[in-house]
């Protein structure tokens, strides 16, 4: 398949996927379409006052056209001509500008809500997209599409649209008055467009090549960026602040460079076109003096005629500018399709069921599993079983797949063979909401957000009232602490809450998994990287967090094993029974 057909089976996926979103604004498309309407003709309409100056005043015509012909006879062929020439000059401006004013407001206000609408879209389907995907994607990279490719968008969806339909029909207009003034300069003035079709097919494809890598680069300009911030104390505490500035450096001038090539295709495109429009221009003024001294048209008709010919090569100029930035944008698009081609790996079953509460009896029977592409098994016909309200320690050498079993059991992954059930049930039966919602999370690393320590307690549960966040703060021992900050449940958290404490980011992750409520709870090591004092005081919260809880604790410190009921060896695939004594853990 050639390049151009590729090209063309591009922009239509990327209008059938994107194009659903201009719907809503028909209307107001609509009346874009009609002020375009309104610019064109007052585009056409401007150079006739200085036809009618020039053949009805300054040259007077023995057999003047019929315009020019029925003004001289309503305003005679003085002062009063004149003064109805520059009142008609001034008000094709103001209809003119009124309607590019309507035109440009309406196209602006669109594509800002379009823009908005895709990113959304695009957010939206990256978070509903498996785990396998987030687990290999990079942030940054994900960051520069839902903002630099996705704004490119409004380019290709509407301006580029918009500016074509507008300067086509500008075109076609001016084109036919053209022939209806004299036919043969017409003919005249369009010899430049087969060369310049060529041209703009030609750097058109470039341009898109150095847009494609260009935008690539930004891609890893924004993975760097992002972590080298986010790393930010590893790169303070390992002094290597000059080795990612020079990361930095590489990628920024990788992209600079792109951006310069791609730069000077369009300005090479640009300057050749100038050439062939000069050209153009020359060849009608020659010929049209011809014209105009043989006597088959006026010099009033040379000089609207010319006027016409800046009116249909100025479009056609920025026309071919505008391929350069369709192609810009239709790499960004090819990108964003990426993405949207992805289908989530796990997904609800035809027919899943909304999960009630469940009592959490939690089973894997001759489960198999091993990670995408990696093809390494990480569970291998492996059995265990949970009882309702019980404590199961899971250990094992680091990297046997004990997060393993919790991703399976919240279905971020689906086992290759066996079954995970709850209550009997295949999990599979049952919805991802209603299933996830049965189940609390406390991590190794307690995820806290940008915002109030309200809003990240709250978070565990929708709709929760205000007694009901201040009484999960409690139970996780963590109102002390928050009624001593200044802002008390208000006081708005840096990011990833950095600004509080290891142990206090840790008690308000408890209290959120405590206000869900949930049967089951994950504890992914909770107390790892905490000091042994603020270990300790954390597992009385941590106790009555799993009460009356299916607990599923992943740990490899004796002091969390004793929270278990029992402990499980996982190594091989497989789980092994302890007794918490072989551990050293008290019974």
């Keep these: 398949m050639s390049r151009d057909r590729i090209e063309a089976k591009t922009l239509r996926r990327l209008f059938r996927r994107m194009g659903p979103h201009l719907r809503k604004w028909r209307g107001r498309l609509a009346l874009a379409g009609l002020a375009m309407v309104g610019v064109a003709l007052a585009e056409v309409a401007r150079p006739w006052p200085l036809k009618i100056v020039f053949d009805g005043l300054l040259i007077p015509q023995d057999d003047p056209d019929a315009v020019t012909g029925w003004l001289t006879g309503l305003f005679g062929s003085g002062d009063g001509l004149l003064a109805a020439t520059a009142i008609g000059l001034l008000l094709i401006a103001l209809v003119g500008g009124a309607a590019g004013f309507v035109q440009a407001y309406l196209i602006a206000a669109v594509g800002q809500k379009v823009v908005a609408a895709i990113r959304l879209d695009l957010y939206r389907h990256i978070h509903r997209l498996s785990h396998s995907f987030h687990d290999t994607a990079s942030t940054g990279d994900i960051i520069a599409r839902l903002t630099g490719d996705v704004r490119m968008m409004r380019d290709l969806l509407i301006d580029a649209v918009v500016f074509f339909a507008a300067r086509i029909l500008v075109i076609g207009v001016t084109i036919g008055v053209m022939l209806w003034m004299d036919w043969r300069l017409t003919l005249a003035a369009l010899t430049i467009l087969p060369p310049l079709w060529l041209l703009t097919r030609h750097f058109g494809t470039r341009i898109k090549g150095a847009a494609r890598k260009q935008r690539r680069k930004e891609g890893k300009i924004a993975v760097v960026m992002t972590e080298g911030i986010s790393a930010i104390n590893?790169?303070?505490?390992?002094?290597?602040?000059?080795?990612?500035?020079?990361?930095?450096?590489?990628?920024?001038?990788?992209?600079?460079?792109?951006?310069?090539?791609?730069?000077?295709?369009?300005?090479?495109m640009d300057r050749i076109t100038q050439v062939l429009l000069a050209g153009g221009t020359a060849l009608v003024l020659w010929y049209g003096v011809t014209r105009v001294r043989a006597g088959a048209i006026t010099p009033g008709d040379l000089l609207v005629f010319t006027a016409y010919l800046s009116t249909l090569y100025k479009p056609v100029r920025k026309m071919a500018s505008m391929t350069a930035r369709v192609a810009k944008?239709?790499?960004?698009?090819?990108?964003?399709?990426?993405?949207?081609?992805?289908?989530?790996?796990?997904?609800?079953?035809?027919?899943?069921?909304?999960?009630?509460?469940?009592?959490?009896?939690?089973?894997?029977?001759?489960?198999?599993?091993?990670?995408?592409?990696?093809?390494?098994?990480?569970?291998?016909?492996?059995d265990l079983t949970i009882r309702p309200g019980e404590t199961v320690a899971l250990i094992g050498e680091s990297g046997a797949g004990k997060s393993s079993v919790a991703k399976l059991l919240m279905r971020f992954y689906d086992p290759d063979r066996g079954r995970v059930s709850i209550d009997g049930h295949d999990i599979r039966d049952f919805t991802l909401e209603?299933?996830?919602?049965?189940?609390?999370?406390?991590?190794?690393?307690?995820?806290?957000?940008?915002?109030?320590?309200?809003?990240?307690?709250?978070y565990g549960r929708d709709g929760a009232s205000e007694d009901q966040i201040i009484e999960a703060a409690r139970a996780a021992g963590a109102e002390r602490f928050i009624a001593a900050l200044p802002q008390g449940f208000d006081t708005v958290l840096g990011e990833r809450g950095e600004t509080v404490s290891g142990g206090q980011r840790q008690r308000i992750a408890i209290a959120r998994a405590m206000l869900r409520d949930a049967p089951i709870l994950i504890?992914?090591?909770?107390?790892?990287?905490?000091?042994?004092?603020?270990?300790?005081?954390?597992?009385?919260?941590?106790?009555?967090?799993?009460?009356?809880?299916?607990?599923?604790?992943?740990?490899?410190?004796?002091?969390?094993?004793?929270?278990?009921?029992?402990?499980?060896?996982?190594?091989?695939?497989?789980?092994?029974?302890?007794?918490?004594?072989?551990?050293?853990?008290?019974?």
């Design 434 to 458: 209603s299933l996830r919602g049965n189940i609390a999370v406390v991590l190794q690393e307690a995820v806290l957000f940008g915002s109030t320590i309200r809003e990240n307690i709250a």
């Design 234 to 268: 590893v790169v303070k505490g390992f002094a290597r602040e000059a080795f990612e500035e020079e990361r930095f450096s590489r990628q920024n001038g990788a992209s600079a460079e792109a951006g310069v090539r791609a730069t000077r295709l369009a300005a090479h």
């Design 329 to 382: 944008a239709s790499a960004s698009g090819e990108r964003l399709l990426e993405i949207f081609d992805l289908k989530p790996g796990v997904e609800d079953r035809p027919g899943a069921s909304t999960a009630p509460r469940l009592t959490g009896q939690i089973a894997l029977r001759d489960v198999c599993f091993a990670y995408p592409g990696d093809g390494v098994p990480v569970l291998s016909d492996a």
């Design 523 to 587: 504890l992914d090591e909770p107390l790892t990287g905490l000091d042994r004092a603020t270990a300790q005081a954390l597992m009385g919260e941590l106790r009555r967090a799993s009460e009356g809880r299916t607990t599923l604790l992943i740990a490899h410190d004796p002091l969390s094993l004793q929270l278990a009921d029992r402990v499980v060896w996982l190594e091989n695939g497989r789980f092994t029974e302890l007794q918490c004594s072989d551990m050293g853990v008290p019974a």
